[in-house]
Structure formats: structure tokens, C-alpha cells
């Protein structure tokens, strides 16, 4: 597992030098690591390097898989970022298993993980998915619905809202990604002069890390330069 060794160590030194290129310091911006469709060796082999927040989209495959990163490594503290589309009928396993939820998309849904986060757990950390660019085919709020939105689910019980997430429309050009996801971060200044505490923009992927560090990312979601190309057909 070397390969994710280097992979990880080299993603790292991009997201160091992007930061300080815009002015920024490195240790605002995080690495979730997006272990989709990787098996438990692969996260730790990641988590040997440091590596420790873990994003997962499909949730039976992440529930086994944290299962059995449990029952080997009893000692490992791993955070877990549920960042696929949620149904309402799995909000529960969600609520139980994950640390992070990125993938909120409607108030009825963060109301079923605040009733259904157990009580011995700590809050759980939400990010509200904003639809940026308004595409049908994706999930989220639409922007002119997130402040109010936000605004609510910042009031549920075992919940902490704690800021923003988007998808953008592909594009190549890096200034539209820069508007995307400046767009993303005005939504987010707006909901903390309603007095919102928010501290977390995950925006930012392999194909636009640039464009979402410059524009104040404080999170950013890369899977395929860690740990290679994926097989969806397993």
C-alpha cells in the first residue's frame, strides 16, 4: 500500500501549496479522504499515514466496512463523513454510525437524524448541500431557499450545523469554478450574519481543488488521488 502512501503524502503537498499560493494558511483546509468502493485495507493503509476523516456514499458498504476497521484496529479513532444522497428510510443507521453528514438536503431529513442521533453520542456534525448551479439531475437546496433552511436545522437537537456543501456543474474553466463556489461562500457569510456559528465550507474535488481553496474551502472531498481509479462494478 505504499502507492497510498505516496498518493496521500502528495495531496497533501498540493493542498499546501494552493493554500499559501492564495494567501492562506494550510491547516485551514482539511482532507476527507472519499473511501467509496475501497475495502478496509485501503483506509488503513491511509490511517498508518495520519489519515483520518473518511468520506463514504454508499452506506451498507461503509456500515461493513466500519465494522470491520472496528474489530481489527479496536484502539483506531477514524471519522466517519456520510457524503451520499440520503434516502429517509436510512437515516437512522446515519444518525448511529457517522460523525459528519455533508449530504443534508431538506429540513426533513435533518429532523429524522436529529431524533434518531443516539443520545450518548455527541452532536452530530451537519453541512447542508446547497444545489450551486442549479442542475436537475442534482441534489440540494436551491441557493435562494439555503439561508432559511440552514437557519432551521441550526435549531434541532443533537445536531451542529456546521456549514456549507456543494457539487458545481463540471467545468474546466477555473474561473467558473471560482464563481461557483464563491457563490457558495457568500450563502454561507450570510447564514453567520443571521448569528450561525459556521465554521466549515466543503466544497473542492480532485478536478477543481484550485478554484475551491481559493475561494475559502475549509474542507476538501479527494478520492481517486489517494486511492486510485474505482471499481463500481465490484
Same mark, same amino acid.
Given at each position: 500500500?505504499?502507492?497510498?502512501?505516496?498518493?496521500?503524502?502528495?495531496?497533501?503537498?498540493?493542498?499546501?501549496?494552493?493554500?499559501?499560493?492564495?494567501?492562506?494558511?494550510?491547516?485551514?483546509?482539511?482532507?476527507?479522504?472519499?473511501?467509496?468502493? #475501497?475495502?478496509?485495507?485501503?483506509?488503513?493503509?491511509?490511517?498508518?499515514?495520519?489519515?483520518?476523516?473518511?468520506?463514504?456514499?454508499?452506506?451498507?458498504?461503509?456500515?461493513?466496512?466500519?465494522?470491520?476497521?472496528?474489530?481489527?484496529?479496536?484502539?483506531?479513532?477514524?471519522?466517519?463523513? #456520510?457524503?451520499?444522497?440520503?434516502?429517509?428510510? $436510512?437515516?437512522?443507521?446515519?444518525?448511529?454510525? #457517522?460523525?459528519?453528514?455533508?449530504?443534508?438536503?431538506?429540513? $426533513?431529513?435533518?429532523?429524522?437524524?436529529?431524533?434518531?442521533?443516539?443520545?450518548?453520542?455527541?452532536?452530530?456534525?451537519?453541512?447542508?448541500?446547497?444545489?450551486?448551479?442549479?442542475?436537475?439531475? $442534482?441534489?440540494?437546496?436551491?441557493?435562494?431557499?439555503?439561508?432559511?433552511?440552514?437557519?432551521?436545522?441550526?435549531?434541532?437537537?443533537?445536531?451542529?450545523?456546521?456549514?456549507?456543501?456543494?457539487?458545481?456543474?463540471?467545468?474546466?474553466?477555473?474561473?467558473?469554478?471560482?464563481?461557483? #463556489?464563491?457563490?457558495? $461562500?457568500?450563502?454561507?457569510?450570510?447564514?453567520?450574519?443571521?448569528?450561525?456559528?459556521?465554521? !466549515?465550507?466543503?466544497?473542492?474535488?480532485?478536478?477543481?481543488?484550485?478554484?475551491?481553496?481559493?475561494?475559502?474551502? !475549509?474542507?476538501?472531498?479527494?478520492? !481517486?488521488?489517494?486511492?486510485?481509479?474505482?471499481?463500481?462494478?465490484?
Amino acid at each position: 500500500m505504499s502507492l497510498i502512501s505516496d498518493n496521500l503524502q502528495a495531496v497533501l503537498t498540493d493542498i499546501q501549496r494552493v493554500a499559501l499560493d492564495f494567501g492562506r494558511s494550510p491547516e485551514q483546509v482539511c482532507l476527507l479522504a472519499v473511501s467509496k468502493t #475501497f475495502g478496509a485495507d485501503a483506509v488503513l493503509a491511509a490511517a498508518e499515514c495520519g489519515q483520518r476523516a473518511f468520506g463514504e456514499n454508499y452506506l451498507q458498504e461503509a456500515l461493513e466496512k466500519i465494522e470491520l476497521i472496528h474489530r481489527q484496529m479496536t484502539d483506531l479513532v477514524l471519522e466517519w463523513h #456520510f457524503i451520499g444522497p440520503i434516502q429517509s428510510n $436510512k437515516t437512522r443507521p446515519i444518525a448511529e454510525n #457517522f460523525d459528519w453528514v455533508h449530504s443534508v438536503d431538506r429540513e $426533513k431529513i435533518a429532523q429524522r437524524l436529529s431524533e434518531q442521533r443516539p443520545s450518548e453520542l455527541p452532536p452530530l456534525n451537519i453541512c447542508l448541500q446547497v444545489n450551486i448551479s442549479g442542475e436537475a439531475s $442534482k441534489s440540494g437546496v436551491l441557493p435562494n431557499e439555503a439561508v432559511a433552511v440552514a437557519l432551521k436545522i441550526a435549531q434541532l437537537p443533537r445536531l451542529r450545523l456546521r456549514g456549507l456543501m456543494a457539487v458545481p456543474e463540471p467545468t474546466s474553466d477555473e474561473q467558473q469554478q471560482r464563481l461557483a #463556489f464563491r457563490h457558495l $461562500k457568500q450563502l454561507n457569510d450570510e447564514i453567520i450574519r443571521q448569528g450561525i456559528v459556521l465554521d !466549515t465550507l466543503s466544497m473542492g474535488m480532485s478536478s477543481d481543488l484550485h478554484a475551491a481553496i481559493a475561494e475559502g474551502s !475549509t474542507m476538501v472531498r479527494i478520492g !481517486t488521488a489517494i486511492f486510485g481509479s474505482r471499481n463500481y462494478a465490484k
